[in-house]
Nanobody
Framework: VQLQAFGGGLVQAGDSLRISCAAS????????LAWFRQAPGKEREFVAS????????YYAHSVKGRFTISKDNAKNMGYLQMNSLKTEDTAAYYC??????????????????????WGQGTQVTVSS
């Protein structure tokens, strides 16, 4: 499956932004979806994930309650709705996908190396 992330931009602290991930070339409904982010000089970190069905979302503590991940299998699209953005949310955001069985998914959902398919990053910059 090929992934393309888009929708990033420059926003102010407190604003909302939704970024998207378009999938093609595979059965998207069979793939779990995750978002990771990487700020300059920092390691890539997990943001959120959702199962192949689009249920059981899981979030990093730093974004829980502010971000919402979703997956529309009919449209081959994934989304990350980001509310109450903070300057520390500034990063390049990457969508990732892979096929898991249920047991392996819950054991690895926040591990970047568990995902074989990645989109290019979309930059989100939050100004104060």
């Amino acid at each position: 499956v090929q992934l393309q992330a888009f929708g990033g931009g420059l926003v102010q602290a407190g604003d909302s932004l939704r970024i998207s991930c378009a999938a093609s070339g595979g059965t998207f409904s069979a793939y779990a979806l995750a978002w990771f982010r990487q700020a300059p000089g920092k390691e890539r970190e997990f943001v959120a994930s959702v199962t192949w069905k689009g249920d059981f979302p899981y979030y990093a503590h730093s974004v829980k309650g502010r971000f919402t991940i979703s997956k529309d299998n009919a449209k081959n699209m994934g989304y990350l709705q980001m509310n109450s953005l903070k300057t520390e949310d500034t990063a390049a955001y990457y969508c990732a996908a892979d096929r898991f069985n249920r047991g392996s998914y819950y054991a690895q959902l926040d591990v970047s190396s568990a995902y074989a398919y990645w989109g290019q990053g979309t930059q989100v910059t939050v100004s104060s």
